[in-house]
C-alpha cells in the first residue's frame, strides 16, 4: 500500500497507537467517553502541533505530514475525531487574526495546553445553507453580545476555546451575499450565558448542542475584520476536508487489512472464504478504490502545500475517500459474516465511525453540487 511519505512520523505514529488497541477503544465506545489519554499521548509528542509555524512553537510541518498523521491514527484503528481540529482549527487565527491575538493564543495552542478543539458554523435551523445561520453577535461598546444556538458542536466540553461564526449585519442589509458573518475566537472559561448539551450519536464523537443566552464577549475575540467571517471560514475548509480524506484512507487501509487476513484465515467448507470470488472481489475493488483515492489526497494536499487552488481536488478527495472508507468497511464487514457484529472485533465500530464522513464535516451531495457548478459550469442547483 502506498504510504511510503514520512516514513518517521508513520513509524511513531504506529507505535504510540499501538499503546491504544481495541478494548481501549471499546471500553470508551461504550460509556462514550472521551479519549484523553490518547489525545494527551498526542499532544505530549508534538503531533498537534505540526502545522503550526515554528515561530510559535509548533514544528511547521506542511499538509501533507498532517494527512499522513491522520491516515496513521485510522490505519490503526485509533480515531482521530477526538482530536484532528486541534491541527487545523487554528489555520484561522493563523492566516486571519491579528499579531496580537497570534502572539497570545498559538504557543499556548502549540504547547497543548490551550486546547482550540471546537467551531461553531452548523445551526439546527440552516444546516448546511450557511449563510443562512441566525446567531447573532451584537457590538455594544467594548463587547459582543451573542444570542442564538449551535448545533454538532463537537468537542465543546473538551476545549478552552471556540471558534464561532455568527451574524454581525442583518441578511436583508448585506450587499454581497457572503457578507455580514463573523468569526470569533471565544474564550469558554471566562463566559457566561453558554448552554453546552451533549448529543448521543450511533458512535463515540463527543458532540455538543450550545445555546447562547445574551453571552458576552470581548470585542477583541473578532477574528480579522467585522462582516468577513463567512469567507474567513471557507478558507479553512480545503484544509479540513483534505485532513478528514486523510482518516477515511486509513480507515480503509484498516479495513482491507482485517478482511484479507480473515478472508484468508476462516476455513468454511473446508475452504478459506477468501478463495471465493464472491468475498475476494468487493475487498479487491475496495482496494483499488482507495489507492485511487489516495492518490487525490495526495494530489490535493500537494496543491495545498505549493498554495495552489485546491479547491476542486479537496471536494473530490473527501468524496472518494469517504466512499472508499465505507465500502471497504461494508465488505470488512460482509466478509466476517457474524464475527462483523462482535464488539470485540472492532469493526461495527470502526463501520459506525466512518460512516459519518459522507455527511460531516460536508455531505457527498453537497459536493458533488460543488464539482456541477464551479468546476463543471452547470447551473447552480441551490
Ligand atoms: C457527529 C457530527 C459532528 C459534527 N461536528 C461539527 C462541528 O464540530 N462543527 C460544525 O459546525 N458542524 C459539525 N457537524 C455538522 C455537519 O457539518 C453537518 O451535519 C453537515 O454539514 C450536514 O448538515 P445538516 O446536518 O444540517 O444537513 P442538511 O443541510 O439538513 O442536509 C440534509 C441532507 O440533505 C442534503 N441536501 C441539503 N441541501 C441539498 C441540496 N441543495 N442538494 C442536494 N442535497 C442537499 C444533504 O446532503 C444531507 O444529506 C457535525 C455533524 C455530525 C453528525
Known amino acids: 500500500m502506498t504510504d511510503k511519505s514520512y516514513p518517521e512520523i508513520r513509524e511513531g505514529l504506529r507505535r504510540l497507537c499501538a499503546a491504544f488497541p481495541g478494548p481501549y477503544w471499546q471500553a470508551l465506545d461504550r460509556q462514550r467517553a472521551y479519549p484523553q489519554d490518547f489525545v494527551a499521548a498526542l499532544t505530549e509528542a508534538g503531533y498537534l502541533a505540526c502545522l503550526i509555524p515554528e515561530d510559535y512553537g509548533g514544528s511547521g510541518l506542511p499538509l501533507s505530514a498532517a494527512s499522513a498523521i491522520l491516515e496513521e491514527i485510522h490505519k490503526a484503528g485509533c480515531n482521530g475525531a477526538a482530536c484532528h481540529a486541534q491541527m487545523y482549527t487554528m489555520g484561522t487565527v493563523l492566516k486571519h487574526g491579528s499579531r496580537a491575538q497570534k502572539k497570545r493564543y498559538l ?17 439546527p435551523a440552516s444546516g448546511t445553507d450557511t449563510l443562512s445561520l441566525r446567531t447573532t453577535a451584537e457590538r455594544r461598546g467594548d463587547r459582543y453580545v451573542v444570542n442564538g444556538q449551535k448545533v454538532w458542536t463537537s468537542r465543546a466540553e473538551h476545549s478552552d476555546l471556540l471558534l464561532l461564526l455568527a451574524r454581525t449585519t442583518p441578511k436583508q442589509e448585506v450587499v454581497r451575499r457572503g457578507d455580514g458573518l463573523s468569526v470569533f475566537l471565544v474564550d469558554l472559561r471566562a463566559v457566561e450565558g453558554l448552554t453546552v448539551r451533549p448529543i448521543r450519536t450511533m458512535m463515540n464523537h463527543a458532540t455538543t448542542e450550545i445555546f447562547f443566552d445574551s453571552m458576552e464577549i470581548p470585542a477583541e475575540s473578532l477574528i480579522g475584520e467585522e462582516g468577513r467571517g463567512f469567507r474567513y471560514i471557507l478558507d479553512g475548509m480545503n484544509a479540513e476536508r483534505i485532513l478528514i480524506a486523510s482518516e477515511c484512507i486509513g480507515d480503509a487501509r484498516w479495513f482491507i487489512d482485517k478482511a484479507r487476513h480473515y478472508a484468508s484465515d476462516r476455513q468454511v467448507f473446508a475452504k478459506p472464504i477468501g478463495a471465493n470470488q464472491g468475498v475476494q472481489f468487493p475487498i479487491a475493488r475496495a482496494y483499488a478504490e482507495s489507492e485511487a483515492a ?78 456541477g457548478e464551479h468546476v463543471l459550469g452547470m447551473p447552480r442547483s441551490y
Not at 107 to 123: H, K, M, W, Y
Not at 332 to 358: M, P
Open 294 to 371: 489516495a492518490l487525490m489526497v495526495a494530489k490535493a494536499a500537494a496543491l495545498f502545500d505549493a498554495q495552489k487552488p485546491c479547491g476542486a481536488e479537496a471536494n473530490m478527495a473527501k468524496l472518494l475517500a469517504a466512499e472508499a472508507a465505507w465500502h471497504a468497511g461494508d465488505s470488512c464487514l460482509q466478509t466476517h459474516g457474524g464475527f462483523g457484529f462482535a464488539e470485540e472485533y472492532d469493526i461495527e465500530r470502526k463501520f459506525r465511525e466512518t460512516r459519518l464522513y459522507q455527511v460531516a464535516p460536508i455531505s457527498t451531495n453537497l459536493i458533488l453540487a460543488y464539482l
Open 107 to 123: 504557543p499556548e495552542i502549540a504547547a497543548g495546553s490551550l486546547r482550540l478543539q471546537a467551531f461553531a458554523v452548523t445551526e
